[in-house]
Structure formats: C-alpha cells, structure tokens
C-alpha cells in the first residue's frame, strides 16, 4: 500500500511560481508511475502532468506544458511539480496520484492511478 502526502501550495499573483512536493510511503514507490491532476472550482478533476517510474517520460496537458515540470527522486520517495508562469485558470485543488498501469504513450486519465493524496490547494490571484 501506498500513502501519498501533497504539500507547497498557496496563494500566488499571475505570474508567479509554486513547486508542489508529493511524498510517498511503501516500499513500491520506486517502482510507480506518478501523476498530478487537478480540481478546479465547480470542474471535475483533469490532468495535468505524469511522469514514469524512472523518471524517463513525462506527459503534461496542453494548458500547462512549457509552464509546469513534473519530476521525481525515487531515493526520497517525492515527486515534485514546479509550476511557473501561474495563471489565475491554475487555481484548483492538486492532488498526486500513484499507479502501476504500463505507461504506454502516457496515462492521462484518474482511473489509471490507484492511490491519491488528500491535495492541496493553489489560488492564482490575478
């Protein structure tokens, strides 16, 4: 089993940057691949970014790639998700998610991952 903690966010201006860190327990967390997704305000949850077990592939949602960086250090069971540029449509409740589906062209999608964080909220002042 594996427990997912989120932490780093705030309130922000337009324009500013946050690094969200996801720290995982259990001792398959090396071994999963990672995703951040995204609750807006009255929205359903989206995806955001995904990043495979070693770390070799990312995939971002259009609205954020060339923004946001998804990264990971297995050796301190953490992902992180550094976002820049923030926008006042960034705002929503982040949540990371862990899961052990082959990550063949990327996993884009909530029922793909098995265990979430409680998230944590990010507010783009504009």
């Known amino acids: 089993q594996v427990q997912l903690v989120e932490s780093g966010g705030g309130l922000v201006q337009a324009g500013g940057s946050l690094r969200l860190s996801c720290a995982g327990s259990g001792r398959t967390f090396s071994s999963a691949n990672m995703g951040w997704f995204r609750q807006p305000p009255e929205k359903e949850r989206e995806f955001v970014a995904h990043?495979?077990?070693?770390?070799?592939?990312?995939y971002y949602a259009d609205s954020v790639k060339g923004r946001f960086t998804i990264s990971r250090d297995n050796a301190k069971n953490t992902v992180y998700l550094q976002m820049n540029s923030l926008k006042p449509e960034d705002t929503a409740v982040y949540y990371c998610?862990?899961?052990?589906?082959?990550?063949?062209?990327?996993?884009?999608?909530?029922?793909?991952?098995?265990?979430w964080g409680q998230g944590t909220q990010v507010t783009v002042s504009s």
């Open positions: 998610a862990a899961g052990w589906v082959a990550s063949t062209g990327g996993l884009r999608t909530a029922s793909s991952f098995d265990y």
């Open positions: 990043i495979t077990w070693s770390g070799g592939r990312t």
